[in-house]
T-cell receptor
Framework: EAGVVQSPRYKIIEKKQPVAFWCNPI?????LYWYLQNLGQGPELLIR????????DSQLPKDRFSAERLKGVDSTLKIQPAELGDSAVYLC????????????FGPGTRLTVL | GQNIDQPTEMTATEGAIVQINCTYQ??????LFWYQQHAGEAPTFLSY????GLEEKGRFSSFLSRSKGYSYLLLKELQMKDSASYLC??????????????FGRGTQLTVWP
């Protein structure tokens, strides 16, 4: 079974530029999560999707961050414009459902904002 | 909200046993997870506890006491490859945040030969 796929693995941009991350969850997993992980910290949830619907996005900074999950499969997370403090690893995870299933994580995208 | 506390760093030698503690304060508890994360890699699932007691899985065991807000991860017969960060995560059971995982900052374990 293929795992969660993310791209790109690394991204370096200058501040004020836009950036987008892509995630393909495990086949059959209805729930998709985007997390932010700063160095030396645990992951923090940004947004959770149940199929196409964002059901938990209270921690997403909506002034500059946006996300979509068209057709309830792949998802894209966008930052526009990026700030220096956005440098971090952005992890995508998926699970069969949102209630109690184990979450499987992708390798993450390491973003560096200069 | 959730407040999860675990030691920042631990060291141990190959073949030894190490216990990584996690304490939590929560407004709504629906299970505790342990994840392993090697540097630059994705977190991978190790164990899950929702009831009090010990869950054993090979060299790894996890314990939960809900009344004390306490869990530990026990690693036996340590190997060099066990050097990693170990993340404690608590799952929420309240309304709109049902199912949300709150992670601790992780315990960086270094295993010496």
């Amino acid at each position: 079974e293929a795992g969660v796929v993310q791209s790109p693995r690394y991204k370096i941009i200058e501040k004020k530029q836009p950036v987008a991350f892509w995630c393909n969850p495990i086949s059959g997993h209805n729930t998709l999560y985007w997390y932010l992980q700063n160095l030396g910290q645990g992951p923090e949830l940004l947004i959770r999707y149940e199929n196409e619907e964002a059901v938990d996005d209270s921690q997403l900074p909506k002034d500059r961050f946006s996300a979509e999950r068209l057709k309830g499969v792949d998802s894209t997370l966008k930052i526009q414009p990026a700030e220096l403090g956005d440098s971090a690893v952005y992890l995508c995870a998926s699970s069969r459902d949102g209630g109690g299933s184990e979450q499987f994580f992708g390798p993450g995208t390491r973003l560096t904002v200069l | 909200g959730q407040n999860i506390d675990q030691p920042t760093e631990m060291t141990a030698t190959e073949g030894a046993i190490v216990q990584i503690n996690c304490t939590y304060q929560t407004s709504g508890f629906n299970g505790l997870f342990w994840y392993q994360q090697h540097a630059g890699e994705a977190p991978t699932f190790l164990s899950y506890n929702v009831l009090d007691g010990l869950e054993e899985k090979g060299r790894f065991s996890s314990f939960l006491s809900r009344s004390k807000g306490y869990s530990y991860l026990l690693l036996k017969e340590l190997q060099m490859k066990d050097s990693a960060s170990y993340l404690c995560a608590v799952r929420d059971r309240r309304g709109s945040t049902l199912g949300r995982l709150y992670f601790g900052r992780g315990t960086q374990l270094t295993v010496w030969p």
